[in-house]
């Protein structure tokens, strides 16, 4: 009707009359609906115009005013939001129980994990705050597998099978684990290790798996850091009074909740399908109804690591300063350098530990014997022994810094002052006009003085053969400058000896 209407009525809106009578259409709002039927769902995946139910009594009135003038009809979506929003969103999540194997119910729990891992990173910065809640019945008699207190607190059985398999008394007992869970997190100032404690148990502890008990239960609570011995003494003795139950009953009378499961946000029910991505803006709605008042996750659909999510990872408690863009959400991690204690949770690393750094220094790194490896926050470094080389991290090698493997500093800045010293003897002899004999005296001296310093040079060579393949360019340049110098000088000499003559 509504797809009809919106293609070939042109509708912008389409209002339905809702026949208050019919108690199975009331029962179906009051609850989350997810229907089976492919029809179904891609049916409504078309529709992409407002719908509102209008009650049976007010049809009246509408049809009315829309015979006898234009009727205009002002839909106010914002009035609808009948919680009040703030700084903190508490949302509780009532279960018929915490675990299932029916197709509708897992195609749930599969949904509200996604729901959960997006809420995470909120709960953590302690602005929002899930908190779980079971269905309980009554059975006096003939019910001692699926109760504990003699029929006070009950479950269904989760397979439908009397005779084999888990009873609903190992699903109360589940139930009631999970609320003690929540309660001692809760205590500690650790809400969201709830959420952890439910996406862990739904992996390793699922009710279709032989691990559906408490041992498994206290595995995955010592994974996530609650204090197990904190859970035993909530839950106690299962048979005695347990007042989380008790108030959870009570609780499912008060709101008059009809079906599970149920998402309440700040007392606003929310009505719709189980789809995660309605659950989750619905839960972000309750920050406020302007869009610019919802965190920053909300606001992105938790997949973009720009400037504002950065900050959001950077001001985590466990150091997980580094946020990382995965596809459809983001999480944040470790900063390069820096590991911790993971635990794959819905097919994401979540971090449930402080990050620590990395000792790269324990790892294959420096492993050269002519280096040593030093630690640092983040990062690491590889020193050279020796004084007079220098680290290269792309050949992963110690260099020598020396600009010459075969000369001295001392050698040649022997042989640069002494040219100096002789081109200002030269060019004095020259301008005084010197007679021939002193000339040649001079050239045969320089040219005496090249043929020592070879020889110097030469013996260099043969004490440093050993030296780096690095340092032969910088020898190459200092010889060839060398040779050019002196070449220019012995052809200066032999000019203005010639001249003279």
């Known amino acids: 009707m509504v797809l009809q209407a919106q293609e070939y009525g042109h509708a912008d809106a389409v209002m ?22 492919v029809e179904d769902v891609q049916t409504s995946q078309k529709i992409n115009v407002p719908v509102v139910i209008v009650p049976f009594y ?14 205009v009809v002002d839909l106010d979506f914002e009035k609808s939001q009948n919680y009040t929003s703030g700084d903190l969103v508490t949302v509780d999540i009532y279960w018929k129980q915490f675990g299932c194997t029916s197709h509708k119910c897992m195609q749930d729990d599969e949904e509200f994990r996604k729901v959960l891992h997006e809420v995470l990173p909120l709960s953590r910065s302690g602005e929002v705050t899930i908190e779980p809640h079971y269905w309980v019945y009554y059975c006096s008699e003939n019910c001692e597998q699926h109760c504990l207190s003699d029929g006070k607190y009950c479950s269904q059985d989760p397979e439908s099978d ?13 139930n009631l684990i999970s609320l003690c869970v929540f309660d001692v997190a809760n205590k500690t100032g650790r809400p969201w290790q709830w959420i952890m404690y439910w996406l862990e148990h739904k992996d390793r502890c699922a009710l279709d798996s032989a691990n559906f008990h408490s041992n498994c239960s206290g595995s995955v609570l010592r994974g996530i850091g609650v204090d197990v011995e904190d859970v035993k003494a909530c839950v106690s003795d299962v048979d005695g009074n347990h007042p989380l139950l008790d108030r959870d009953r009570e609780n499912i009378k008060t709101n008059n909740l009809v079906f599970s499961p149920e998402v309440v946000a700040n007392d606003a029910v929310y009505r719709g399908s189980v789809r995660w991505d309605d659950i989750f803006n619905f839960i972000c709605a309750a920050f406020g109804f302007t869009f610019s008042d919802r965190p920053a996750v909300c606001r992105h659909g938790g997949n973009v690591c720009d400037e504002e999510m950065s900050d959001f990872c950077a001001a985590m408690e466990n150091g997980a300063s580094k946020c990382e863009a995965v596809q459809g959400s983001f999480q944040c991690v470790c900063p390069d350098g820096y590991t911790a204690d993971v635990e794959v949770i819905g097919g994401k690393e979540v971090i449930v530990g402080q990050c620590q750094d990395i000792d790269e220094c324990d790892r294959s790194v420096c492993t050269g014997h002519d280096m040593t490896c030093k630690n640092f926050p983040g990062t690491y470094d590889c020193v050279c022994n020796d004084d007079n080389a220098e680290y290269v991290h792309e050949l992963e090698a110690c260099i020598t810094r020396s600009r010459s493997p075969s000369l001295s500093m001392a050698e040649i800045c022997g042989i640069v002052v ?26 045969d001296f320089f040219i005496q003085r090249q043929k020592d310093m070879e020889g110097e040079y030469e013996s260099a060579v043969l004490r440093e053969k050993d030296m780096a393949d690095s340092g032969s360019a910088v020898r190459e340049i200092v010889q060839e400058a060398f040779d050019t110098e002196l070449n220019q000088l012995e052809a200066s000499s032999k000019k203005e000896i010639a001249t003279n003559v």
Do not use: P
Not at 418 to 443: H, K, N, Q, Y
């Open 16 to 37: 339905l009359i809702g026949e208050w009578n019919n108690e199975s259409w009331k029962k179906n709002l009051q609850t989350l609906y997810h229907s089976e039927s």
């Open 58 to 71: 007010d049809q009246n009135q509408l049809i009315l005013k829309s015979t006898t003038s234009q009727l």
């Open 162 to 174: 009397h005779l084999s398999g888990y009873t609903g008394r190992d699903v109360i007992v589940q």
């Open 418 to 443: 002494g040219t100096f010293i002789g081109l200002c003897a030269l060019t004095l002899v020259i301008m005084m006009g010197w007679r021939r004999s002193l000339l040649i005296a001079l050239s």
